[in-house]
């Protein structure tokens, strides 16, 4: 059974940093594009980053500049660097495929940013 395991998150001043990271296991993703999402209150789940198996990224306007998505295949991991955090970060973030599959989600992992 795929499992995605998203851990890193904490409680950080506004322009601090934490860094998520994200296990799976029951299956190797390295051939995949693996994306870090978030949903803020009563919105739809939107992708932050994606990455492909190459290593070619993606960011959503939003956190362009700011986080950095990258990928140990070795290590089937793939982590996100939020830097400059702003509260509007405040998110529970989820790692996925990308696209994204229903069955995959975890529990995601809560980023609070304090102003």
């Known amino acids: 059974q795929v499992q995605f395991v998203e851990s890193g998150g904490g409680l950080v001043q506004a322009g601090g940093s934490l860094r998520l990271s994200c296990k799976a296991s029951?299956?190797?993703?390295?051939?995949?594009?693996m994306g870090w999402y978030r949903q803020p209150p009563g919105k739809q789940r939107e992708l932050v980053a994606r990455?492909?198996?190459?290593?070619?990224?993606n960011y959503s306007d939003s956190v362009k500049g700011r986080f950095t998505i990258s990928r140990d295949n070795g290590k089937n991991t793939v982590y996100l660097q939020m830097n400059s955090l702003k509260p509007e970060d405040t998110d529970v973030y989820y790692c996925?495929?990308?696209?994204?599959?229903?069955?995959?989600w975890g529990r995601g992992n809560q980023v609070t940013v304090s102003p």
């Open positions: 029951g299956s190797t993703f390295s051939n995949n594009y």
């Open positions: 990455i492909s198996s190459g290593g070619r990224t």
């Open positions: 996925n495929l990308n696209p994204s599959r229903w069955d995959y």
